[in-house]
């Protein structure tokens, strides 16, 4: 098993940055994908970023085309804990974040991840 809980939404203005993190708690962290999907009012879910790591010196990312140049996932194996830098945010960016995680590679479908976190809002005023 594998609870993920988030934090650090909140309210930011068109252009500004916020940090998401993510803390994972369970086993075999560093042999789990971890990712992030958000839910914008009226849509649906949608992948943002995910990272995973070979246990050696390889760290495989993935990012939507939307969040491209302007988010970076990142993961620190020894606190259990995955990170979004998000940057130059838009006011559609603004959704509730979810932090998720799965056992193998990364994947842009959600349907493939087995644990979740209760989601943090993130928005972004014009």
């Known amino acids: 098993q594998v609870q993920l809980v988030e934090s650090g939404g909140g309210l930011v203005q068109a252009g500004g940055s916020l940090r998401l993190s993510c803390a994972a708690s369970g086993r075999a962290f560093s042999s789990i994908a971890t990712g992030w999907f958000r839910q914008a009012p009226g849509k649906e879910r949608e992948f943002v970023a995910a990272?995973?790591?070979?246990?050696?010196?390889?760290?495989?990312?993935n990012y939507a085309d939307s969040v491209k140049g302007r988010f970076t996932i990142s993961r620190d194996n020894a606190k259990n804990t995955v990170y979004l830098q998000m940057n130059s945010l838009k006011p559609e960016d603004t959704a509730v974040y979810y932090c998720t995680a799965r056992y193998g590679s990364n994947s842009y479908n959600q349907n493939e991840y087995n644990y979740w976190g209760q989601g943090t809002q993130v928005t972004v005023s014009s």
């Open positions: 990272v995973s790591w070979n246990g050696r010196s390889t760290y495989y990312l």
